[in-house]
Protein backbone atom coordinates (compact mmCIF):
# COMPACT_ATOMS: atom_id res chain seq x y z
CA UNK A 1 0.00 0.00 0.00
CA UNK A 2 1.01 3.29 -0.69
CA UNK A 3 2.21 5.21 3.01
CA UNK A 4 0.42 8.34 4.21
CA UNK A 5 2.02 11.39 4.71
CA UNK A 6 1.82 13.71 7.94
CA UNK A 7 2.69 17.77 7.84
CA UNK A 8 2.30 19.97 10.36
CA UNK A 9 4.22 19.60 13.43
CA UNK A 10 6.45 22.51 14.71
CA UNK A 11 7.54 23.34 17.74
CA UNK A 12 4.94 25.84 19.66
CA UNK A 13 4.21 27.56 23.45
CA UNK A 14 2.13 25.20 25.86
CA UNK A 15 -1.19 26.26 25.70
CA UNK A 16 -0.89 26.72 21.64
CA UNK A 17 -2.55 25.12 18.99
CA UNK A 18 -1.64 22.82 16.02
CA UNK A 19 -3.77 21.20 13.28
CA UNK A 20 -1.76 18.01 11.69
CA UNK A 21 -2.65 16.83 8.27
CA UNK A 22 -2.36 13.11 6.71
CA UNK A 23 -2.72 12.78 2.89
CA UNK A 24 -3.50 9.16 1.97
CA UNK A 25 -3.91 7.26 -1.20
CA UNK A 26 -7.21 7.88 -3.37
CA UNK A 27 -7.57 4.10 -2.47
CA UNK A 28 -7.93 4.75 0.70
CA UNK A 29 -10.73 7.01 0.98
CA UNK A 30 -12.44 4.83 -1.94
CA UNK A 31 -12.99 2.21 0.37
CA UNK A 32 -15.82 4.22 2.71
CA UNK A 33 -15.12 1.33 5.07
CA UNK A 34 -11.63 2.22 5.68
CA UNK A 35 -9.77 3.46 8.95
CA UNK A 36 -7.06 5.73 9.24
CA UNK A 37 -5.71 6.74 13.22
CA UNK A 38 -3.36 8.89 14.89
CA UNK A 39 -0.90 7.81 17.10
CA UNK A 40 2.28 9.44 18.70
CA UNK A 41 5.41 8.49 20.44
CA UNK A 42 6.78 10.42 23.32
CA UNK A 43 10.73 9.85 23.56
CA UNK A 44 11.59 6.41 25.36
CA UNK A 45 7.50 5.71 25.91
CA UNK A 46 6.00 3.44 23.61
CA UNK A 47 3.36 4.52 20.50
CA UNK A 48 -0.03 5.50 22.15
CA UNK A 49 -3.35 5.52 20.11
CA UNK A 50 -4.89 9.31 20.22
CA UNK A 51 -8.10 8.55 17.89
CA UNK A 52 -9.62 7.27 14.84
CA UNK A 53 -11.72 8.39 11.87
CA UNK A 54 -13.75 5.94 9.50
CA UNK A 55 -13.31 7.77 6.13
CA UNK A 56 -16.39 7.14 4.84
CA UNK A 57 -18.93 7.81 7.71
CA UNK A 58 -16.46 9.83 9.62
CA UNK A 59 -17.60 8.74 13.06
CA UNK A 60 -14.35 8.63 15.17
CA UNK A 61 -13.10 7.09 18.43
CA UNK A 62 -10.72 8.82 20.73
CA UNK A 63 -8.22 6.98 23.46
CA UNK A 64 -7.12 9.19 26.74
CA UNK A 65 -4.55 11.04 24.85
CA UNK A 66 -7.18 12.09 22.99
CA UNK A 67 -9.85 12.83 24.74
CA UNK A 68 -11.29 16.43 25.58
CA UNK A 69 -8.65 18.23 23.59
CA UNK A 70 -8.19 16.79 20.43
CA UNK A 71 -10.63 16.74 17.16
CA UNK A 72 -10.13 14.42 14.26
CA UNK A 73 -11.95 15.26 10.88
CA UNK A 74 -11.77 14.09 7.28
CA UNK A 75 -11.86 15.77 3.84
CA UNK A 76 -12.82 12.97 1.49
CA UNK A 77 -12.18 15.49 -1.49
CA UNK A 78 -8.19 15.74 -0.02
CA UNK A 79 -7.83 11.96 0.96
CA UNK A 80 -6.64 14.15 3.72
CA UNK A 81 -7.50 13.69 7.80
CA UNK A 82 -6.55 16.23 9.76
CA UNK A 83 -5.87 15.92 13.89
CA UNK A 84 -6.87 20.03 15.61
CA UNK A 85 -4.64 19.99 18.86
CA UNK A 86 -5.45 22.67 21.64
CA UNK A 87 -4.40 23.61 24.84
CA UNK A 88 -1.11 21.80 24.24
CA UNK A 89 1.31 21.03 27.48
CA UNK A 90 4.76 19.86 27.20
CA UNK A 91 3.41 16.24 27.69
CA UNK A 92 2.15 16.23 24.10
CA UNK A 93 5.99 16.11 22.71
CA UNK A 94 6.14 13.83 20.70
CA UNK A 95 6.27 12.33 16.98
CA UNK A 96 2.82 11.96 15.38
CA UNK A 97 2.18 9.23 13.24
CA UNK A 98 -0.73 8.55 10.61
CA UNK A 99 -2.03 4.87 10.14
CA UNK A 100 -3.78 4.02 7.23
CA UNK A 101 -5.43 0.63 5.60
CA UNK A 102 -7.17 -1.02 9.19
CA UNK A 103 -7.44 -5.30 9.34
CA UNK A 104 -10.32 -4.72 11.87
CA UNK A 105 -9.40 -7.82 14.32
CA UNK A 106 -8.32 -5.95 16.91
CA UNK A 107 -9.46 -2.56 18.50
CA UNK A 108 -8.59 1.05 16.60
CA UNK A 109 -5.87 1.64 18.93
CA UNK A 110 -3.94 -1.29 18.72
CA UNK A 111 -0.34 -0.69 16.27
CA UNK A 112 -0.57 -4.06 14.66
CA UNK A 113 -3.76 -3.48 12.93
CA UNK A 114 -2.83 -0.96 10.38
CA UNK A 115 -0.88 -1.62 7.10
CA UNK A 116 0.23 1.53 6.01
CA UNK A 117 2.22 4.07 8.24
CA UNK A 118 3.27 7.80 7.46
CA UNK A 119 7.28 8.78 8.56
CA UNK A 120 5.87 11.12 11.26
CA UNK A 121 5.89 14.92 11.70
CA UNK A 122 7.34 15.85 15.15
CA UNK A 123 5.44 18.26 17.79
CA UNK A 124 7.60 20.09 20.30
CA UNK A 125 5.45 21.81 23.02
CA UNK A 126 7.89 24.12 25.13
CA UNK A 127 6.76 25.20 28.76
Known amino acids: QEQPVESGGDSVQAGGSLRLSCTAS??????????MAWFRQAPGKEREGIGG????????SYGDAGKGRFTISRDNAKNTIYLQMNSLTPEDTGMYYC??????????????????WGQGTQVVVSS
Open 53 to 60: IYTGSGAT
Open 99 to 116: AADRNFVSPWFYTTEYNS
Open 26 to 35: PSTFANHRNY
